[in-house]
Nanobody, 120 residues
Framework: QVQLVESGGGLVQAGGSLRLSCAASGSTFSIDRMGWYRQAPGKQRELAAQ???????SSAESVKGRFTISRDNAENTVYLQMNSLKPEDTGVYYC??????????????WGQGTQVTVSS
């Protein structure tokens, strides 16, 4: 299994910025897709942004133009730069990774979640 450790959440005023990081570790593996889901209070978890090993990205319409996902393959780390934050961005952000060991895919790995709170 791949272990994911997140950092970078916190409290920020509307219009501010935060940068989330998620580092993967574990025994020998290769990671294809990494990204972030988020879950607002009382709502379902939704995909915020994701990136493949070759740098192909996709993101939710609600964050386009404000959030940028990037990745350091050498460090197995994914970042989410969040700018122009809005109160509706408040929630717990979960990192995920889709990895494989040789030809065998592993179950999706999840981070523990990091709280992002945007005050109005």
């Amino acid at each position: 299994q791949v272990q994911l450790v997140e950092s970078g959440g916190g409290l920020v005023q509307a219009g501010g910025s935060l940068r989330l990081s998620c580092a993967a570790s574990g025994s020998t593996f290769s990671i294809d897709r990494m990204g972030w889901y988020r879950q607002a209070p009382g709502k379902q978890r939704e995909l915020a942004a994701q990136i493949t090993s070759v740098g192909t990205t996709s993101s939710a319409e609600s964050v386009k133009g404000r959030f940028t996902i990037s990745r350091d393959n050498a460090e197995n780390t994914v970042y989410l730069q969040m700018n122009s934050l809005k109160p509706e961005d408040t929630g717990v952000y979960y990192c995920f990774a889709d990895a494989s060991r040789g030809p065998f895919p592993l179950p999706r790995s999840w981070g523990q979640g990091t709280q992002v709170t945007v005050s109005s």
